[in-house]
């Protein structure tokens, strides 16, 4: 019954590559979020979509490009991965207020 | 930019004893929220707070919204080693805007 779901749990890749993160809520939740928390624990808000829409893009390099096929899924694609993307990816969801779901985290490695 | 700053950033204490943990902003928020935090995991929401000078409580917590909408406090009473955790606490500086703001965080230990 998991409720905000993430694909890999863990990611180990080489500079230069591309990769993508998938998500997933089975909550009925109109808003889903990509989450960025870099090694000291500072979580920042990266994406927010709303029923398919990007509603919020906080100054993140055009290299990630988050992708919506629908209400229930947000996935997170990122190209010519650098050192500095290595950190923990959470994908959340809320609906219409503010109290938001996260997922478990990608733990990204950029080698 | 809205920043919450917490304090302190950790914090080790012995089982049974009493902990305040602050979140400070310039800012007004228009809501205020505490997540905890377990390694491996995602942050799970513990309150949400939204009127100036509300308190509510959680069993051995208590939370506490700032008057002014700027500053929150958390206060744990009796604490157990299964409240070892990151806590953040997270702002809503603009009625709609979806995105929170999170604070620095506070890493609790606590010792049995």
């Known amino acids: 019954d998991t409720a905000v779901s993430q694909t890999p749990k863990y990611l180990v890749t080489q500079m230069g590559n591309d990769k993508s993160i998938k998500c997933e809520q089975n909550?009925?939740?109109?808003?889903m979020y990509w989450y960025k928390q870099d090694s000291k624990k500072f979580l920042k808000i990266m994406f927010s979509y709303n029923n398919k829409e990007l509603i919020i893009n906080e100054t993140v390099p055009n290299r990630f490009s988050p992708k919506s096929p629908d209400k229930a899924h947000l996935n997170l694609h990122i190209n010519s991965l650098e050192l500095g993307d290595s950190a923990v990816y959470f994908c959340?969801?809320?609906?219409?207020?503010?109290?938001?779901?996260f997922g478990p985290g990608t733990r990204l490695t950029v080698l | 930019t809205q920043l919450l700053e917490q304090s302190p950033q950790f914090l080790s204490i012995q089982e049974g004893e009493n902990l305040t943990v602050y979140c400070n902003s310039s800012?007004?928020?228009?809501?205020l929220q505490w997540y905890r935090q377990e390694p491996g995991e995602g942050p799970v929401l513990l309150v949400t707070?939204?009127?100036?000078?509300e308190v509510k409580k959680l069993k051995r917590l208590t939370f506490q919204f700032g008057d002014a909408r700027k500053d929150s406090s958390l206060h744990i009473t009796a604490a157990q080693p299964g409240d070892t955790g990151l806590y953040l606490c997270?702002?809503?500086?603009?009625?709609?805007?979806?995105?929170?703001?999170f604070g620095s965080g506070t890493r609790l230990q606590v010792q049995p």
């Open positions: 707070v939204v009127t100036g000078g």
């Open positions: 959340a969801s809320s609906r219409r207020g503010n109290e938001q779901f």
């Open positions: 997270a702002g809503a500086w603009a009625p709609g805007r979806r995105a929170l703001t």
């Open positions: 909550l009925g939740h109109d808003t």
């Open positions: 800012s007004v928020f228009s809501s």
